[in-house]
């Protein structure tokens, strides 16, 4: 009942104990750019085997773990667009199961917004979560390259980069974001739509502090009320990419139809304006439009 009727308290001890983790170091967009055009081409010489050997014999390439598809940490991975996996570089007990619905560590559903980016960037596009990275078993950031093979088929492969702090403080921080949007969410049924708005929208509130703020947005794109930079309030962002062409605002559209969760991706800072990886948690706020928030390595 306290943090019921106190919302504003009840978010200074939240800032409090977000603030209060240890520094985390995300890898940054300029580290990763060498890697992903590597990545590309990966991906690009699996299409080239399937089209030329057919898939019976690229699902037992893929498959084989010395194979010419692995190289290191890298592999591919093939689904259907139903979520059905049908090779895997890495994990073959993943292969013949469907994970259209599964949901990654910190409540990303990676198949699943993979195959809506497939569907949104067929020719390609780059998505971000966390995985267990193969030979340690740990789950750390990746970012895959993912490709239409055709119209049921795609294919796909990541890079790991490690996350410095211990996966435990990542949960906390995620779970704080959390607890951040409720408290944006109570304020919102207190005091109405229009005043939330204004109040998310002003960058001298209580609900910005640092690079933490609010966003909302409606579900065909539009920005409602945004805590980083009001000037964007009105615009519509539903085709906006990250860096690396990740159609990140689609996955928050898709995320918070079904509920929500947290999508993962490269976003400039607010103080530093460096592009950096943002977890970023999502949630419906009414019929019309979802609320959000999320935290870079700092």
């Given at each position: 009942m306290f943090l019921k009727t106190n919302p504003i308290l009840q978010f200074f001890l939240v800032l409090l104990a977000f603030f209060s983790l240890a520094q985390n170091t995300f890898a940054d967009a300029e580290s990763l750019g060498p890697e992903l055009q590597t990545l590309k081409a990966f991906?690009?010489?699996?299409?080239?085997?399937?089209?030329?050997?057919?898939?019976?014999?690229?699902?037992?390439?893929?498959?084989?773990?010395?194979?010419?598809?692995?190289?290191?940490?890298?592999?591919?991975?093939?689904?259907?667009?139903?979520?059905?996996?049908l090779a895997h570089g890495s994990t073959i007990s993943r292969v013949g199961k469907n994970f259209y619905t599964e949901l990654d560590k910190y409540g990303t559903p990676a198949v699943r917004l993979i195959t809506e980016l497939v569907k949104a960037k067929p020719g390609g596009g780059f998505i971000s979560y966390y995985w267990p990275e193969p030979y340690t078993n740990k789950v750390q950031i990746k970012?895959?390259?993912?490709?239409?093979?055709?119209?049921?088929?795609?294919?796909?492969?990541?890079?790991?980069?490690?996350?410095?702090?211990?996966?435990?403080?990542?949960?906390?921080?995620?779970?704080?974001?959390?607890?951040?949007i409720n408290v944006g969410i109570e304020y919102y049924r207190e005091h109405g739509a229009q005043?939330?708005?204004?109040?998310?929208?002003?960058?001298?509130?209580?609900?910005?502090?640092?690079?933490?703020?609010?966003?909302v947005m409606d579900y065909s794109g539009k920005m409602i009320a945004d805590g980083s930079n009001p000037t964007e309030n009105g615009k519509n962002f539903y085709d906006a990419v990250d860096e690396f062409g990740t159609p990140f605002v689609q996955l928050?559209?898709?995320?918070?139809?079904?509920?929500?969760?947290?999508?993962?991706?490269?976003?400039?800072?607010?103080?530093?304006?460096?592009?950096?990886?943002?977890?970023?948690?999502?949630?419906?706020?009414?019929?019309?439009?979802?609320?959000?928030?999320?935290?870079y390595g700092d």
């Open positions: 991906v690009q010489s699996g299409i080239d085997y399937f089209n030329k050997n057919g898939a019976k014999k690229t699902y037992s390439e893929i498959n084989n773990p010395k194979g010419r598809f692995r190289q290191g940490e890298l592999y591919l991975f093939i689904y259907d667009i139903k979520g059905n996996c970012t895959s390259y993912i490709k239409a093979i055709n119209n049921d088929l795609w294919i796909g492969s990541g890079i790991y980069k490690a996350v410095d702090v211990p996966q435990d403080q990542i949960s906390i921080k995620t779970e704080e974001i959390k607890a951040f005043a939330s708005y204004k109040e998310f929208s002003n960058p001298s509130s209580q609900f910005r502090r640092g690079n933490v703020y609010l966003f928050f559209v898709q995320i918070a139809k079904e509920g929500g969760g947290s999508v993962s991706y490269y976003w400039p800072e607010p103080s530093s304006k460096k592009t950096k990886l943002k977890v970023s948690y999502v949630t419906p706020l009414d019929k019309d439009t979802f609320i959000g928030s999320g935290f």
